[in-house]
């Protein structure tokens, strides 16, 4: 079945650092892929998406490309700031099916220290 | 407006009862998801329901697990037999009409723990 693996955490970075957090998928179909973001004590938020092969989702300072001969979906951000510590969560939903369930990863939890 | 409210926040119970946790989902909203959270892990889809029926219950651990969605807006979540393994966050959704590209906005959460 789909299923989604990203880099293990905890993650420590320091401000102003770049940042890649892995993320493959594996899907029968064509599936849109998302980034979520769970900042400490609230829920979970959608962070970026994108739904075909090469679009690039973007927000706050954050990309990912969906890279479908490589199967992958890396977040990246060029200079991360304390209030970017969350767990971040790599996602994906299938087409094959009528409606968006959606498949996590395991999340990789990040601390930005100043 | 208002986002996804979920209730209670917290929960604690005892091995072999039976609890409710209610989900209400943003206004106007026809699909709802519940989705349970493992410590450490990301979470897991239970169901999803379209309007007042349940499109795919396919998540659900065992038959323990039940929800209901009856005037389409609303959704309860119930467990019987409680057990300690059922200990984990219980996450709602909603999203306003089924479709890959429509985003889920996620509740904050109710953290179950079982005793």
């Known amino acids: 079945g789909d299923s989604v693996t990203q880099m293990e955490g905890p993650v420590t970075l320091s401000e102003e650092a770049f940042l890649t957090i892995n993320c493959t998928y594996t899907?029968?179909?064509?599936?849109?892929l998302f980034w979520y973001v769970q900042y400490p004590g609230e829920g979970l938020q959608l962070l970026l998406k994108?739904?075909?092969?090469?679009d690039k989702g973007s927000n706050k300072g954050f990309e990912a490309t969906y890279r479908k001969e490589t199967t992958s979906f890396h977040l990246e951000k060029g200079s991360v700031q304390v209030s970017d510590s969350a767990v971040y969560f790599c996602?994906?939903?299938?087409?094959?099916?009528?409606?968006?369930?959606?498949?996590f990863g395991p999340g990789t939890s990040l601390s930005v220290i100043p | 407006g208002a986002g996804v409210s979920q209730t209670p926040s917290n929960k604690v119970t005892e091995k072999g009862k039976y609890v409710e946790l209610r989900c209400d989902p943003i206004?106007?909203?026809?699909?709802l998801y519940w989705y349970r959270q493992s410590l450490g892990q990301g979470p897991e889809f239970l169901i999803y329901?379209?309007?007042?029926?349940?499109?795919?219950d396919s998540g659900l651990p065992n038959d323990r697990f039940f929800a209901v969605r009856p005037e389409g807006s609303v959704s309860t979540l119930k467990i019987q037999r409680t057990e300690r393994g059922d200990s984990a966050v219980y996450l709602c959704?909603?999203?306003?009409?089924?479709?890959?590209?429509?985003?889920?906005?996620f509740g904050p959460g109710t953290r179950l723990t079982v005793l």
């Open positions: 994108a739904t075909k092969a090469d």
């Open positions: 899907a029968t179909g064509y599936p849109s």
């Open positions: 959704a909603s999203s306003s009409l089924a479709g890959s590209t429509d985003t889920q906005y």
């Open positions: 329901f379209q309007g007042t029926g349940a499109a795919d």
């Open positions: 206004s106007g909203h026809t699909a």
């Open positions: 996602a994906l939903s299938d087409r094959v099916t009528s409606y968006d369930k959606v498949i």
